[in-house]
C-alpha cells in the first residue's frame, strides 16, 4: 500500500499552502501532509515555506529577522495565518504522518528545541535539501525519523550513495525521478513530489509513495 502525503495541505485550490485550515481539511481526508519550516527572530517554529514574505504576502523581510508576534499579525491582517509548528502538532492529534521540511540551515541550540518540541509526537518526519540538518538531528538523537531530500540536477549516483546510510529512513524525490529504475530498486522508502494532477496521480499512485496536492 502507498503512502500518500498532501503537499503544503494544498487539497486543492480553495486551500491555501501551509495554513491550520487547510491541514485540517487534508487530515479530515484522511491523509498526512507535508510541510515547512523556519525559526523567527524569537526562535518560533512556523509552517511557512519561503525565507521572505514578499511572494504571499507583498512585504519586505526576512522570517529569521522578524519575531513571531510581526509575523502572525501581517499575516492574519492578509487572511492567511501562518500558523506555528505547535498549532500543527497539536491538530495532528499524533494521527497523521507529519512531514516537516526545515528549509534553512539550524543551528544545534534550534534542532535541540525542535527536537524537544516534538518528543511527544511519534509520526513526525524531518526531511530537508540542507542534509547537514539530517546529519546533525541524527547526531543529537540517532533514532530520530528522517529523510533526504533531491532534486534535478543530482546525480543518481550521488542518491544511491547518501541511500547507504543505515540511519536515513527515506528519500524525497523530485518526480524526475520516478522512470529511473535504479532508483526505483533502491530497498530504502520513497516518496516523490510534487505531483500535481488527477492524472499523474492516478497514474503513480498505485505503486509509489507521493506527496501531492489539487485533487
Known amino acids: 500500500m502507498s503512502h500518500l502525503l498532501i503537499h503544503r495541505g494544498i487539497v486543492n485550490k480553495q486551500y491555501k499552502e501551509n495554513l491550520l485550515k487547510s491541514f485540517k481539511q487534508s487530515f479530515k481526508k484522511g491523509y498526512g501532509i507535508e510541510t515547512d519550516i523556519h525559526a523567527t527572530k524569537d526562535h518560533e517554529f512556523i509552517c511557512f515555506h519561503d525565507f521572505t514574505l514578499n511572494r504571499i504576502f507583498k ?22 495565518p501562518i500558523p506555528l509548528l505547535k498549532d500543527l502538532l497539536k491538530t495532528s492529534k499524533n494521527k497523521y504522518p507529519l512531514f516537516i521540511e526545515i528549509k534553512p540551515t539550524f543551528s544545534k541550540k534550534l534542532l535541540q528545541k525542535l527536537l524537544k518540541e516534538t518528543s511527544k509526537f511519534s509520526k513526525c518526519v524531518f526531511i530537508s535539501f540542507k542534509h547537514e540538518n539530517i546529519y546533525n538531528l541524527l547526531k543529537i538523537k540517532s533514532n530520530t525519523k528522517v529523510g533526504l531530500s533531491f532534486s534535478p540536477p543530482t546525480s543518481v549516483k550521488t542518491i544511491i550513495k547518501k541511500s547507504n546510510n543505515k540511519k536515513i529512513d527515506c528519500l524525497i524525490l523530485d518526480k524526475f525521478f520516478l522512470k529511473n529504475k535504479s532508483i526505483q530498486d533502491l530497498k530504502i522508502k520513497k516518496y516523490y513530489y510534487t505531483i500535481k494532477t488527477k492524472s499523474e496521480f492516478h497514474r503513480y499512485s498505485k505503486n509509489n509513495n507521493l506527496i501531492f496536492e489539487n485533487l
Open 59 to 80: 512585504k519586505k523581510g526576512s522570517v529569521k529577522n522578524m519575531e513571531y508576534s510581526q509575523i502572525k499579525k501581517i499575516s492574519t491582517q492578509n487572511k492567511k
